[in-house]
């Protein structure tokens, strides 16, 4: 079976032959020729060499074909997924008027940024907190810890393990397809699923393997991925969470829960601006100068508002599952019972609607203000 370190040689072995089917930009057939040869070798001699030798060359064949021009619509899924983004971004229109709020709302909850006005646009920008507004692995690692939360209740035996890793990706992926199937979260959950996965396939769960292990998948589907900037940020940021967060995090040795939790959110920010905000710095050409205030401060209170968006949404909709005014007097027990819990329903999802304007507020007055330092 193999193990994390096979999985890595062959994605960048698969990496390093889509680089070079760019460089030297020969005909696919040539490089295909070359993978089947190397692939025959490795069948009669199945050693890791002749299998990376493969995969180089396959990279490279799979980086020449995938230029070659495809007539036809888009596929049926991605239209499907498209549909599902802009009927759930109508039905959040629903819950806030029109304004700063209601934008960062969208913007937030599906990564529809058309409402943000060209002002707002720019304070997050300048505060460094423009990547909270694109739906990224930090959306898709903050639903990911409240699920499996949530169903901790089941307990920690092999089939309660398992039952909850179906039902955490089923809901993920869930998610990825009614925000549009975007590029970023889509890898996002395709990592978590081979951290999933990869708990039942070696025992433990290894970061640096699902990590890999994606990024082979969409390589191999998507030959024009690693061109990305999104996709670059992205596996930047979480190799260098991955790789250097466990050494900053030891370095602070302290019983105080409060500054423990502090140090990590600092030293993950860190982590991600040594390759990320390098990367955004050389093609964009800014940096930003404040990104540890907006992790102290804009970073925890983007996550309270991802959960009552979660909270709200789901009042709201159960609210307007149970109208009351639904029901008659001659309904039967059951519709008596939920007719009553209609007004109840009603105030909870006010309040959480309240709430979530209240905390949309604050954080958009801590972006302006961190923006204007």
């Known amino acids: 079976m193999w193990q994390g ?45 002749w299998i990376l030798a493969c995969l180089l060359w396959l990279g490279a ?45 969208r913007a937030l909850a599906i990564g529809d940024r058309s409402g943000l006005s060209r002002e707002l646009r720019a304070a997050w920008r300048d505060s460094g907190a423009m990547h909270l507004l694109a739906l990224s692995g930090l959306h898709v690692g903050l639903l990911y810890a409240l699920l499996h939360r949530l ?44 951290y999933e996965i990869s708990a039942y396939v070696s025992g433990s769960r290894d970061g640096l393997s699902a990590l890999a292990g994606s990024a082979f998948l969409l390589i191999l589907f998507d030959p024009e991925s690693p061109r990305d900037i999104g ?32 140090w990590e959110l600092l030293s993950v920010s860190l982590c991600c601006q040594a390759t990320c905000g390098l990367l955004a710095w050389f093609y964009f050409g800014n940096f930003p100068a404040y990104f540890l205030l907006t992790t102290l401060l804009a970073i925890p209170l983007t996550t309270l508002v991802m959960y009552t968006i979660l909270a709200a949404s789901a009042s709201a909709a159960v609210s ?54």
């Not at 190799?239 to 050494?247: E, F, G, T, V």
């Not at 609607?353 to 923006?371: D, S, V």
């Open 5 to 49: 370190r096979e999985i890595i040689l062959c994605t960048l072995a698969l990496l390093a032959g889509n680089l070079l089917g760019d460089a030297l930009s020969l005909p696919p057939l040539v490089y295909l020729l070359l993978s089947v040869v190397f692939a025959l070798v490795a069948w009669r001699r199945p050693q890791l060499l």
């Open 61 to 105: 064949a799979g980086v020449q074909a995938g230029r070659m021009p495809r007539p036809g619509p888009p596929p049926a899924l991605t239209l499907w997924a498209a549909g599902c983004k802009a009927s759930f971004s109508a039905w959040l229109e629903t819950l806030l008027p029109a304004g700063e709020e209601q934008a960062i709302l």
């Open 151 to 194: 169903l901790s209740l089941l307990g920690g035996s092999r089939p309660a393990r398992l039952l909850r890793s179906v039902v955490v990706l089923g809901l993920l992926w869930t998610y990825a397809l009614i925000t549009g199937l975007s590029a970023s979260i889509a890898r996002a959950v395709l990592m978590i699923t081979f």
């Open 231 to 262: 996709f670059q940020l992205s596996y930047t940021a979480v190799l260098s969470i991955l790789l250097l967060h466990p050494r900053l995090k030891r370095l602070l040795h302290t019983r105080s829960r409060l500054l423990t939790r502090v």
């Open 320 to 373: 307007s599952a149970v109208p009351g005014s639904a029901f008659s007097a001659a309904t039967t027990a059951a519709s008596s019972a939920a007719s009553s819990l209609a007004p109840f329903l009603d105030r909870l999802s006010d309040l959480s609607i309240q709430a979530l304007t209240w905390l949309l507020q604050i954080l958009n007055t801590i972006i302006h203000l961190i923006a204007s330092l």
